[in-house]
């Protein structure tokens, strides 16, 4: 964590995050960073950090023990939340999260170290995740000159990739599908489903104009239409029709304790109307707050949400 500057305040989003007039960034949450694992304790999942070329976009990746027979398997990119200006794909709640998501898929999970506010503000995370969709789409070209990751290209299904994120990465897993939905990825690959934990979205009827919306206007500040700009208000007047999401399944869910549920809800509603042809459903826990099922991975209501992923995660194969 950064130490505070001794300059005056700029911008305090506590209990999130302070800027200070020389620039200086405080970071008032975090987890500390972990290193990759040749293998998990936990979950004998095997883990490796890699640069995504030519940018280097840094990103860890998980690879699931595998029996004898050979295997291939889904694969998640996957983007943690923090409000586009927290956290880390290293740190040690995203590292124990992927783990045990991996293990009990089984799946490959590639987890995205995307840029952040304000040093990078948005859209260069959404530019980080499309570009990372199109690397690991790009394992289905047969093209000599591409260096393709060994994991991904020995136990990678392509047919079923996920796109999924909890927070602001749910967030950025809507716009990377949006985007999936007008432009042809890579090799003619079809995304095959999203998964929404804890969706990040705002609007302008947030008339309390709290934590939320203020720090839409700190990550984004240049976004045109502010904050009924389609990337955090997709149902906004204006915004493009949800039926162009570019994915064929779709799990919203959602936290009963959560600020963000009743978007969360009217978001996956709209999607239903919307005349896309892909199937949604809700998963919705009581009693739990933001991101619950990463901060305590032990409760029953965490590991009844791995299950639910698990499941869909089946269905869509």
Same mark, same amino acid.
Request: net charge negative; with cysteine; glycine share 8%.
């Given at each position: 964590?950064?130490?505070?500057?001794?300059?005056?305040?700029?911008?305090?989003?506590?209990?999130?995050?302070?800027?200070?007039?020389?620039?200086?960034?405080?970071?008032?949450?975090?987890?500390?960073?972990?290193?990759? !694992?040749?293998?998990?304790?936990?979950?004998?999942?095997?883990?490796?950090?890699?640069?995504?070329?030519?940018?280097?976009?840094?990103?860890? +990746?998980?690879?699931?023990?595998?029996?004898?027979?050979?295997?291939?398997?889904?694969?998640?990119?996957?983007?943690?939340?923090?409000?586009?200006?927290?956290?880390?794909?290293?740190?040690?709640?995203?590292?124990?999260?992927?783990? &045990?998501?991996?293990?009990?898929?089984?799946?490959?999970?590639? !987890?995205?170290?995307? #840029? &952040?506010?304000?040093?990078?503000? +948005?859209?260069?995370?959404?530019?980080?995740?499309?570009?990372?969709?199109?690397? &690991?789409?790009?394992?289905? $070209?047969?093209?000599?000159?591409?260096?393709?990751?060994?994991?991904?290209?020995?136990? @990678?299904? +392509?047919?079923?990739?996920?796109? @999924?994120?909890?927070?602001?990465?749910?967030?950025?897993?809507?716009?990377?599908?949006?985007?999936?939905?007008?432009?042809?990825?890579?090799?003619?690959?079809?995304?095959?489903?999203?998964? $929404? /934990?804890?969706?990040?979205?705002?609007?302008?009827?947030?008339?309390?104009?709290? $934590?939320?919306?203020?720090?839409?206007?700190?990550?984004? !500040?240049?976004?045109?239409?502010?904050?009924?700009?389609?990337?955090?208000?997709?149902?906004?007047?204006?915004?493009?029709? &949800?039926?162009?999401?570019?994915?064929?399944?779709?799990?919203? /869910?959602?936290?009963?304790?959560?600020?963000?549920?009743?978007?969360?809800?009217?978001?996956?509603?709209?999607? #239903?109307?919307?005349?896309?042809?892909?199937?949604?459903?809700?998963?919705?826990?009581?009693?739990?707050?933001?991101?619950?099922?990463?901060?305590?991975?032990?409760?029953?209501?965490?590991?009844?949400?791995?299950? #639910?992923?698990?499941?869909?995660?089946? #269905?869509?194969?």
């Amino acid at each position: 964590m950064a130490v505070a500057s001794t300059k005056d305040l700029l911008t305090d989003l506590s209990p999130l995050i302070q800027v200070y007039t020389d620039g200086t960034v405080h970071r008032l949450i975090s987890s500390p960073h972990v290193p990759p !694992s040749p293998e998990d304790p936990a979950t004998s999942v095997a883990s490796k950090d890699i640069l995504i070329p030519p940018s280097n976009i840094p990103a860890r +990746l998980y690879l699931p023990k595998l029996s004898a027979a050979p295997q291939k398997l889904p694969i998640l990119l996957y983007h943690h939340g923090g409000g586009f200006c927290l956290e880390s794909a290293f740190s040690f709640l995203h590292h124990r999260y992927a783990n &045990l998501l991996s293990a009990a898929s089984p799946a490959l999970i590639l !987890s995205l170290e995307y #840029r &952040l506010a304000p040093e990078h503000p +948005l859209p260069a995370a959404y530019h980080d995740s499309s570009f990372a969709l199109r690397w &690991l789409c790009s394992h289905a $070209l047969d093209d000599p000159t591409f260096e393709k990751d060994p994991w991904i290209a020995d136990h @990678a299904d +392509l047919g079923r990739i996920f796109i @999924a994120g909890d927070g602001s990465g749910a967030n950025i897993a809507h716009n990377v599908v949006m985007r999936a939905g007008s432009e042809p990825l890579p090799g003619n690959v079809k995304v095959n489903g999203a998964i $929404l /934990c804890h969706p990040f979205f705002c609007g302008e009827d947030d008339l309390e104009r709290g $934590l939320g919306y203020r720090l839409w206007s700190f990550v984004y !500040s240049s976004a045109g239409g502010g904050i009924d700009n389609p990337a955090i208000n997709p149902v906004a007047d204006g915004a493009p029709s &949800l039926s162009g999401l570019g994915c064929s399944r779709m799990i919203v /869910c959602l936290a009963e304790k959560d600020p963000a549920a009743a978007r969360g809800k009217v978001y996956a509603e709209m999607v #239903r109307r919307s005349g896309w042809r892909g199937e949604v459903e809700t998963a919705e826990y009581e009693g739990e707050g933001h991101c619950f099922q990463i901060s305590d991975t032990h409760s029953q209501n965490a590991k009844n949400f791995i299950d #639910r992923l698990v499941a869909f995660i089946s #269905r869509c194969s």
